[in-house]
């Protein structure tokens, strides 16, 4: 028989862990829970989508490439060109950002347009735009769309989806062992006590709450803060089905207003455009209760104009939607990827040796959505007690 698993937070990291853990235990062992009345409401559904294969530093190097392997697997087995991933190519114009990480520089071209630039960008005499990575490193996918088709194929696997829902509580057995997690569904406060030996937290910027309301005598803190960004996504006549024959672009730049943008083009006839990011702006209590600046959304809108206009003073962009994420960040800039000891637990412990345990995933920063696959896959295997497909070590607390 199957231990049962709760896993807290089915943002992007939950539902990959828990897809591939149903592809080895029952589905209906598995339970994934949300506090927020809707799914992806912060950064799983409002990021970039931005995939890389070697961007990341020596600790997270191996997850990256196993992650990255992922994405295109999964593009490939379900037709991910109209529906998940799709190549791209990345440049750099006039600045910099975590396009840093991409290394050296292999082409650069000035003043006049590039016939491989992106027909959506604006150019002007005297800027640069300059490629950053090779083909076959990077590539783009819809987040949401990601994050819904995960979340389908867990369901039809059996497992169980508790939204709007927060865990309370957890319980012990006669060994002091945990036994049972207490949530509550927020709208409608019935209270359920789900039997489990084994949890997962999974829940981004909120993952530090969780864990301090299950174990409130535990001494521990878990180092993850959260990293507010502001995004918008556009629609342009100049990023049409006929321009995505030739692949989506990264661009990554500089602005006048002092600050980095990203910006994406998605299948679709979908560019996305963020960057503008704020470590004051308090965290909400629930992903839906979060408000939209909207100064920071007219800085977003003016350089999509500068960016993404014509040469003649004529703004064709339409706003298709706006968004407000917060990341789960860390000091060192990597995830946090654990088992953790019960001395950390507060007088709780767990059955261990493949029958219990508490584990962490959480921490990504702008690679949520890059790392997320990699990250499911390598969860799934601690969980189940099995070896990492990588390792990860390096990404312990």
Avoid at 248 to 275: L, V
Avoid at 360 to 385: E, F, K, N, Y
Wanted: hydrophobic share 35%; aromatic share 6%; glycine share 10%.
């Amino acid at each position: 028989m199957s231990s049962t698993t709760v896993i807290l937070g089915s943002g992007i990291i939950g539902v990959s862990t828990a897809y591939y853990l149903s592809q080895s235990v029952p589905g209906s062992s598995i339970h994934l829970i949300d506090s927020s009345p809707e799914l992806f409401a912060s950064a799983s559904g409002n990021a970039g989508g931005f995939l890389a294969a070697d961007w990341f530093s020596p600790s997270v190097a191996a997850l990256g490439k196993l992650s990255f392997a992922e994405h295109k697997r999964l593009a490939d087995e379900f037709d991910g060109s109209g529906k998940r991933t799709t190549r791209g190519d990345d440049s750099l114009r006039q600045g910099t950002s975590r396009a840093s990480a991409a290394g050296d520089v292999t082409e650069s071209v000035d003043d006049d347009a590039d016939s491989n630039d992106p027909a959506w960008l604006s150019r002007t005499i005297g800027d640069s735009v300059e490629s950053i990575s090779g083909e076959g490193s990077t590539a783009q996918v819809d987040p949401r769309r990601l994050c819904h088709f995960l979340l389908d194929e867990c369901l039809q696997r059996g497992v169980q989806l508790h939204q709007p829902a927060r865990a309370q509580s957890v319980d012990k057995d006669m060994r002091d062992e945990l036994s049972n997690i207490r949530i509550v569904n927020t709208e409608t406060k019935m209270v359920s006590d789900i039997p489990c030996t084994k949890i997962l937290i999974a829940a981004g910027a909120w993952s530090p709450e969780v864990f301090s309301t299950l174990f409130p005598n535990s001494h521990k803190k878990l180092p993850i803060s959260s990293l507010a960004g502001h995004s918008l996504v556009v629609r342009s006549s100049r990023w049409s089905q006929e321009h995505e024959e030739k692949g989506c672009h990264a661009i990554f730049t500089n602005d006048e207003a002092g600050y980095s943008p990203e910006i994406f083009s998605r299948i679709g006839g979908e560019i996305y455009i963020a960057g503008l990011n704020s470590s004051t702006l308090s965290l909400p209590h629930v992903a839906t209760d979060s408000n939209i600046d909207e100064k920071a959304t007219r800085k977003l809108k003016k350089t999509a104009r500068r960016l993404l206009g014509t040469n003649e003073d004529v703004d064709d962009l339409e706003v298709v939607r706006q968004g407000l994420c917060f990341r789960p960040v860390t000091n060192l800039g990597t995830p946090i990827l654990t088992c953790v000891s019960d001395n950390m637990l507060g007088g709780v412990s767990t059955r261990g040796a493949r029958e219990g345990g508490l584990w962490i995933a959480a921490g990504h920063g702008p690679w949520g959505i890059s790392l997320s696959l990699g990250t499911g896959r390598v969860m799934a295997d601690m969980i189940l007690g099995q070896p990492v497909s990588v390792d990860v070590s390096g990404l312990r607390m």
